[in-house]
């Protein structure tokens, strides 16, 4: 069974299709790569997922259930994890701040919740709050930066911070999106490991778009290319490579 | 010497309540961007309405206060419900002619309710004046000053501390990372003028029970709008000390002044700081002048 869903999703902005027809699955504790070449849709898919955009037509369905009516929030909550291209951190608060913030959300914000916070849960609420906000950091191995705010971070490191608040929501799906983007060769490769590691030890879904081949043949399970909004192909990474139309998509790509 | 400290200790006091109001404007605009023009009226309502249960149900000021807080609070969640949730993603300028226009409306419903005539409040607090050394202040501006500070001390906290306070903050630096955390972002919009309405209307009471109450009351919203945007518009800290520097200048520069310019010097003087101010630092003195993209 599959764990998330998208069927005939289409996307349009003003009359341009950003996606059309677009339809795949992810399996349970698998690692889902999207590439394509730059405007191919890939963000777009991953909003559709999460919330932020309302697809003009197709459905999403996370565990078999349709999450078309849910709000980011909702869907977020639900165990749907994310990052972003260019990275949603908030840079005048600390590390320990923003991961604070990833667990804090596993308590329900709604009006009134929120306003009563400080009922008699709250004692073991922090306590396990502050327990996955140990585990994240250690798992990461942003120990030393703990305190540091945000902002003066390098780049690296500061997607790495997104990551482990990310992880503190303890998601069941991590939508991932350019992770390594901007990443030396060292960073890149303690990166892919983290996110093997997740999978691992969590046994966390994770969806990843990116545009570095070296580290997506390595780690991923199965990879959707997508161009100009269409599906090129799907398939494991050595099925996806050999692909004709791929092959020439992103031959014609390089040309132009 | 003596007039000079008198007039910084009293200018100071009325700085503190200025801060509070300021707040109302804050509470709002840090979550949702939104300048709410309707800030005074906000005030001015719930100094009626403080009025009305203390005067018309004689009730005591423990319980009317309470009362005018959870009204207060109402009436800001059903303004952004039913007016402000339907304008996100309209143009800014459009969204503040709509709290302008609140604010007209508010004016008209006081006017209907209460009349346009100047009414006095009954005491709150203690009549005896507060003398320090050659300094004599005001009992109504001491205590008035007191609660104010009170209340903006425990705002202070919950955005700090409390769960809805940490998911506001969230939601004002990032609305996009904040739907991606599981909060709530229109609810904390709805708690957000909740929140900044009861911050008016508790300036509005300490206002009104220094000077009486009638519908004009809110124009005050317009001298505190140079102390939000000197604060930096998103920062409670801001609006404290914004609050404070404009009370004693103002003070200072009536004291001083306004005997050579027949008055008005007064009014005047919190623009022109603003105005150098926001020369030197174009995002007040303690906002943020971070760009969030998508
Ligand atoms: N909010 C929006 N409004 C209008 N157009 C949009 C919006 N978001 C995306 N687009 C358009 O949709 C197309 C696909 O964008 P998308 O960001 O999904 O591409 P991508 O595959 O992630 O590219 P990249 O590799 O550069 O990140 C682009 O043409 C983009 O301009
Ligand atoms: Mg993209």
Redesign the pocket.
């Known amino acids: 069974m599959s764990i998330l869903s998208i069927e005939d999703v289409s996307l349009s902005f003003g009359g341009l299709e950003v996606l059309s027809d677009v339809s795949f699955s992810v399996e349970p504790g698998e690692i889902f790569a999207i590439i394509g070449p730059n405007g191919a849709g890939?963000?777009s898919i991953l909003n559709v997922i999460s919330g932020f955009y309302r697809p003009t037509k197709g459905s999403v369905a996370f565990n078999n259930k349709n999450m078309d009516r849910l709000s980011a929030d909702k869907r977020a909550a639900l165990g749907l994890g994310r990052t972003f291209?260019n990275i949603a951190l908030y840079h005048g608060m600390s590390v320990l701040d923003n991961i604070k913030l990833g667990a804090h959300s596993l308590l329900n914000t709604g009006l009134f919740s929120a306003l009563f916070y400080w009922g008699a849960a709250h004692k073991e609420e922090i306590r396990l709050r502050k327990e996955i906000e140990e585990e994240v950091i250690d798992f990461l191995e942003i120990e030393s930066i703990r305190k540091k705010p945000v902002g003066s971070l390098a780049y690296g490191l500061q997607k790495r911070v997104e990551l482990a608040r990310a992880l503190a929501m303890r998601p069941k799906i991590l939508l991932m999106?350019?992770p390594v983007a901007g990443m030396n060769a060292e960073e890149t490769e303690d990166m892919a490991r983290f996110i093997l590691d997740i999978k691992e030890e969590h046994n966390t879904t994770i969806v990843l778009?990116e545009h570095d081949m070296k580290m997506i043949m390595d780690i991923s399970d199965r990879v959707l290319v997508l161009n100009f909004g269409h599906t090129l192909a799907c398939g494991t990474p050595l099925e996806v490579q050999k692909h004709p139309r791929v092959i020439e998509a992103y031959l014609g790509q390089k040309k132009g | 010497m003596d007039i000079f400290l008198q007039l910084i200790v009293s200018g100071f006091l009325v700085g503190g309540i200025y801060a509070l109001i300021a707040l109302g404007f804050v509470l709002i605009y840090k979550a949702t961007n939104i300048i709410n023009f309707a800030t005074g009226e906000f005030m001015m309502i719930g100094a009626y309405i403080f009025y009305s249960l203390s005067v018309y149900l004689k009730l005591s000021p423990f319980i009317g206060i309470p009362l005018v807080i959870v009204a207060a609070a109402l009436l800001g969640a059903l303004v952004e419900r039913l007016i402000l949730r339907h304008m996100l993603g309209q143009p800014n300028i459009s969204i503040i002619m709509v709290t302008i226009g609140l604010s007209s409306i508010l004016l008209g419903i006081a006017e209907i309710i209460w009349g346009s005539s100047f009414r006095s409040f009954p005491a709150l607090f203690p009549r005896k004046a507060i003398i320090i050394g050659e300094i004599v202040l005001r009992s109504n501006l001491f205590y008035g000053f007191v609660t104010a500070m009170v209340v903006v001390v425990v705002f202070l906290l919950v955005f700090k501390y409390a769960k809805v306070g940490v998911a506001m903050r969230a939601t004002a630096n990032d609305q996009i990372a904040a739907f991606s955390m599981g909060i709530n972002v229109k609810s904390m919009f709805t708690i957000s003028w909740a929140f900044g309405a009861i911050a008016a209307s508790l300036g509005g009471i300490i206002i009104g029970n220094i000077g009486g109450v009638q519908p004009t009351l809110g124009h005050i919203g317009l001298k505190i709008f140079p102390i939000v945007i000197l604060g930096g518009l998103d920062s409670i800290m801001g609006a404290v000390i914004g609050g404070l520097l404009v009370g004693i200048l103002e003070n200072l520069a009536g004291g001083y002044l306004d005997p050579y310019f027949h008055g008005g010097v007064k009014d005047l003087a919190p623009f022109v700081v603003l105005i150098i101010i926001l020369l030197i630092k174009p995002y007040g003195l303690f906002g943020t002048k971070e760009i969030e993209r998508l």
Do not use: F, G, L, V
């Open positions: 890939k963000t291209q999106d350019e778009i």
